[in-house]
């Protein structure tokens, strides 16, 4: 193998040739039929289509694809592998419960047209199916013997000759004879099993899947190290018979092995539904999609399953426009071109606003091919001849050019960069940047009245002045007590602002003025200061109690009213009263109430005639003290 050098490549390491080339392949896209098949080296596709019940083969040498006959007494027919002389081996079924498989040869008649044989069975074994057959002739199948335990085993038709080689699971021989199985090689020619070489101490280590031999006896190997939850981790190797190993593809979840050609070619299956890989010797690694010519991209191509020595490439596709969706053949048809440029190229200068605070040149354009990967933007001041890269593997079609000076005129162009390079430059745009650089200056912003630490009481006056360079846009005044933030008044574009503040129903305390002001470009300023509304220790006194009783129906009813202010007489709304009447049998009611804004609290009870008497307990607000000693605390009233 080549020397090899690493890279990574959507999350998983690749071990790649030192040499890469500059061209890289571009493929047309052929329908050539439905259901799951594989290809020779001279592009002819055999598929098995499992739409047309219960199973028919078919063959495409891309003149169209012709159903391959089966006998009459067959139910279905599958094709297994094609050589390279169109010979195309499989089996049939001979009942409809699919449990009597016979393998079958189908060889060209040279006319166009196949012949089918049956193939003979070896030993004990009751039915089988062909496998794969090489450029020999050679023929790899599997055989059910009925034992202690039904087992298919392989065995090898080369002529006349049948051999049981007693191997499970055959994958494919080889010109030189070498069958691979899903765990073991061995040479047919020697009848001797060939055992893997031992994974290198500097490869990761783990069990061993064969999944491709080419003929020099390379094969692509899954290596598992370890499986976590359903999550299974695995590296693939490259074993070449009697050489040893190369390591391909370091630990990853992502590909596993599918085939490799004669030229080292390799197609990497995507373990969920993503894009399959293939790696082309000295090229590189693709999803096979992104190499389709332009008479191609109404095709949707994703993973290859065989790679040809010509590099005609076998993979699954589907096209909406023809509802045409099974295998199609890659076929190539020269160097991948690279895009076209982009179109209709603007550049269009930004002059900064506070929701956009920057001076810029917005550029925009149209893509024009669907080979675009991404953009490089170049510029030049207007009037030079250097145009300098601003910006590469930019992925949408708008952009701001943030580094422009001021008053100067640029040249744009845009290139779109696809696989193969870089499109030729779009036509050019020019601008030129705004000459007024961005306001950063925060405007100037002074609270008049009240002062800081001044106490203040009924209606305050709030008076706050600001000034900018450019311009006051809006001004503001919020009141904040503990966590409660209400904005008291605001004004725009003015750069004085006076409103009242009416402190007169507010609990005593200190409160904070905070300020605020911004001009066009939200460059902000703010200020702040504390003040003391009221006494600092207030009152609540019970300044009256007031009785009245009525009787009505054998009832008597009892209305009190107790009169809350605060030391200088000022009326205390809020504030919450405790009463307690006791009625003319001695019993007692507790009642409580608020106050009203006149700081009434009115509190009532009803019963029999005689002594009703309203004391009152306790006056509580948040920042008050009930004085109790200069309260009125009882009353009394007899009806």
């Not at 003149?63 to 297994?80: M, R, T």
């Amino acid at each position: 193998m080549n020397k090899l050098l690493s890279i990574i490549l959507a999350g998983a390491t690749f071990l790649l040739p030192a040499f890469a080339s500059a061209q890289v392949p571009s493929y047309d896209v052929e329908f050539m039929g439905s259901g799951y098949g594989t290809m020779n080296n001279t592009g002819v596709v055999i598929g098995n289509d499992s739409a047309v019940y219960p199973g028919t083969p078919w063959v495409n040498d891309g003149s169209g694809l012709q159903y391959l006959p089966l006998p009459e007494y067959a139910f279905a027919g599958s094709v297994a592998d094609i050589n390279d002389a169109g010979v195309i081996v499989g089996a049939i079924d001979t009942d409809d419960d699919f449990i009597n498989d016979v393998p079958v040869i189908w060889t060209p008649d040279g006319q166009g047209g196949y012949v089918i044989e049956e193939l003979p069975l070896a030993g004990s074994a009751l039915r089988g199916h062909a496998v794969a057959i090489n450029n020999n002739g050679v023929i790899l199948a599997s055989g059910l013997a009925i034992g202690s335990l039904p087992t298919y085993t392989a065995y090898v038709i080369d002529g006349e000759i049948i051999t049981h080689v007693g191997l499970s699971n055959p994958i494919d021989i080889n010109d030189n004879g070498i069958i691979l199985t899903n765990n073991e090689l061995y040479d047919y020619y020697s009848a001797t099993s060939l055992e893997f070489d031992s994974l290198p101490v500097d490869m990761p280590q783990g069990y061993l899947y064969p999944a491709s031999i080419n003929n020099f006896d390379e094969v692509i190997v899954n290596i598992l190290t370890t499986i976590i939850g359903h999550t299974r981790y695995h590296a693939i190797g490259i074993y070449t018979v009697g050489i040893g190993w190369d390591l391909f593809m370091d630990v990853q979840t992502i590909y596993s092995a599918g085939s490799i050609n004669d030229n080292g070619d390799v197609s990497l299956h995507h373990v969920n539904s993503g894009c399959g890989l293939v790696y082309l010797v000295g090229v590189g690694f693709y999803c096979p999609g992104s190499l389709l010519d332009e008479g191609s991209l109404d095709w949707a191509v994703s993973g290859a399953s065989v790679i040809a020595n010509d590099g005609t490439i076998l993979a699954r596709g589907g096209n909406s426009t023809t509802s045409q969706y099974g295998l199609v053949r890659l076929s190539a048809v020269g160097d991948l071109q690279v895009p076209t440029p982009p179109a209709n190229l603007a550049a269009v200068p930004h002059v900064a606003t506070w929701q956009q605070p920057w001076n810029a040149i917005g550029l925009s354009w149209e893509n024009t091919s669907g080979r675009t990967l991404d953009y490089t933007v170049e510029r030049r001041v207007s009037g030079t001849a250097e145009w300098i890269v601003i910006e590469s593997g930019w992925r949408v079609t708008t952009m701001w050019d943030m580094d422009v000076g001021l008053g100067v005129t640029y040249d744009y162009r845009v290139r779109a960069r696809g696989l193969a390079g870089l499109s030729e430059p779009s036509s050019i745009a020019t601008a030129t940047a705004p000459d007024t650089p961005v306001d950063h200056e925060a405007p100037v912003l002074v609270i008049v009245t009240p002062e800081d630490g001044s106490s203040v009481s009924g209606n305050v006056e709030v008076r706050v002045d600001a000034s900018d360079n450019i311009g006051v846009s809006y001004l503001d005044v919020q009141i904040t007590s503990g966590y409660n933030t209400e904005t008291l008044c605001s004004i725009a574009n003015a750069d004085t602002l006076t409103c009242s503040w009416n402190t007169q129903n507010l609990s005593p305390g200190q409160y904070t003025i905070q300020a605020r002001a911004s001009d066009a470009m939200n460059n902000g300023a703010l200020e702040s200061v504390t003040v003391t509304v009221g006494n600092p220790n207030p009152e609540l006194i019970s300044s009256d109690i007031q009785l009245s009783a009525r009787f009505k129906k054998g009832v008597v009813s009892v209305n009190g009213k107790v009169v809350v202010t605060d030391e200088t007489g000022a009326p205390v709304k809020s504030a919450m009263v405790q009463g307690r009447w006791t009625l003319p049998d001695g019993s007692t009611e507790v009642r409580y109430t608020y106050s009203s804004k006149r700081g009434e609290a009115k509190l009532s009870t009803s019963g029999d005639r005689g002594t009703y008497t309203l004391e009152v307990v306790n006056i509580t607000k948040v920042g008050y003290t009930f004085n109790a000693v200069n309260s009125v605390l009882s009353a009394s009233i007899t009806k």
